[in-house]
């Protein structure tokens, strides 16, 4: 019992040094929390992408919707703020509960962020 805990141990400060190397090659962009539409946007070429969520009061974070306007699909956009709200999300402490097909898919793809998922949730 005692080398499954180190290893648990092992796999989240893996993760954490994954997320900041992450973070580091990110380009800026405007990202930011709408708090009163309850979703995180980010505004590209006068556009606004967003993902819609709700919060719990078991701080688990629920990402219902994720929406790109018709000019910017394709162009990875709906990747990057799925990526930046996932970055929120763990640097506050909350749990994820991917419930946006979207969101879903991009955990597949990248592992590293399964980490955060609220008890009962699985993606893959």
Known sequence: MRSRSRLEHVRRERFHFTLIILKALLPMDDFNINEEKKRFELKVDNHIAFIEYILSTDNTMFLTHTEVPHALEGKGV???????????????????????????????????????????????
Not at 81 to 86: A, G, K, N, P, S
Not at 87 to 93: L, S, V
Not at 110 to 118: K, T, V, W
């Open 78 to 124: 709906g990747s990057r703020i799925v990526e930046r709200t996932l970055f929120y999300i763990t640097d506050h402490g909350y749990k994820l509960a991917p419930l946006c097909p979207f969101v879903a898919k991009y955990l597949t793809r990248h592992p590293e962020f399964q980490a955060i998922l609220a008890p009962g949730y699985h993606v893959g």
